[in-house]
T-cell receptor, first 113, second 114 residues
Framework: AQSVTQPDIHITVSEGASLELRCNYS??????LFWYVQSPGQGLQLLLK??????LVQGIKGFEAEFKRSQSSFNLKKPSVHWSDAAEYFC???????????FGTGTLLAVQP | DTAVSQTPKYLVTQMGNDKSIKCEQN?????MYWYKQDSKKFLKIMFS???????INETVPNRFSPKSPDKAHLNLHINSLELGDSAVYFC?????????????FGPGTRLTVT
């Protein structure tokens, strides 16, 4: 079965600190993977996506993610967090057999001054 | 020049009423979606249309009926609203039905049923 797991429901980091949000997936082949961000009261914005090729993917707002097949992971990273990064982050998997995006349960990021 | 827009942004109504949410995209995309986000922020697809044709219809009560008058619009009509329908409903679009390009989301409609 296809699934996406985000183990951390809530993470707090200090402004300027590095960030890593975890995402694990279950899929029989190489999936298409995505990270979305949802600011309070807003819709989802696509941060980055992985299809194939280079396993380190660059996205918008200084985010990057690394695809690790051996660990079935697609963790989101940022070297220095800004207060405006406080939001909910969703990892998603596109499963070709079902033709739909499957979302994780989200990680809420809080940024301390 | 909003890419995916929804109206209304907020909708408060009583149980038993019928309501509609409208969605429009100006991205020229072929595929549009409706998602429901519950109080725990869990996102689940409800419907997907490609060029006005229904291609995904998840296990959703018959009270929910999507309508796509053209490929730029996808509306959601809900009959006999129930308390459990309270959620945020997101419209989204993508260039093609495969979803592999990622989806572009609207700002959401927060529906509250009292």
């Amino acid at each position: 079965a296809q699934s996406v797991t985000q183990p951390d429901i809530h993470i707090t980091v200090s402004e300027g600190a590095s960030l890593e949000l975890r995402c694990n997936y279950s899929y029989g082949a190489t999936p298409y993977l995505f990270w979305y961000v949802q600011s309070p009261g807003q819709g989802l914005q696509l941060l980055l996506k992985y299809f194939s090729g280079d396993t380190l993917v660059q996205g918008i707002k200084g985010f990057e993610a690394e695809f690790k097949r051996s660990q079935s992971s697609f963790n989101l990273k940022k070297p220095s967090v800004h207060w405006s990064d406080a939001a909910e982050y969703f990892c998603a998997l596109y499963g070709g057999a079902t033709n739909k995006l499957i979302f994780g349960t989200g990680t809420l990021l809080a940024v301390q001054p | 020049d909003t890419a995916v827009s929804q109206t209304p942004k907020y909708l408060v109504t009583q149980m038993g009423n019928d309501k509609s949410i409208k969605c429009e995209q100006n991205l020229g995309h072929d595929t549009m979606y409706w998602y429901k986000q519950d109080s725990k922020k869990f996102l689940k697809i409800m419907f997907s249309y490609n060029n006005k044709e229904l291609i995904i219809n998840e296990t959703v009560p018959n009270r929910f009926s999507p309508k796509s008058p053209d490929k730029a619009h996808l509306n959601l009509h809900i009959n006999s609203l129930e308390l459990g329908d309270s959620a945020v409903y997101f419209c989204a679009s993508s260039p093609n039905p495969l979803g592999a390009s990622g989806e572009y989301f609207g700002p959401g409609t927060r529906l509250t049923v009292t």
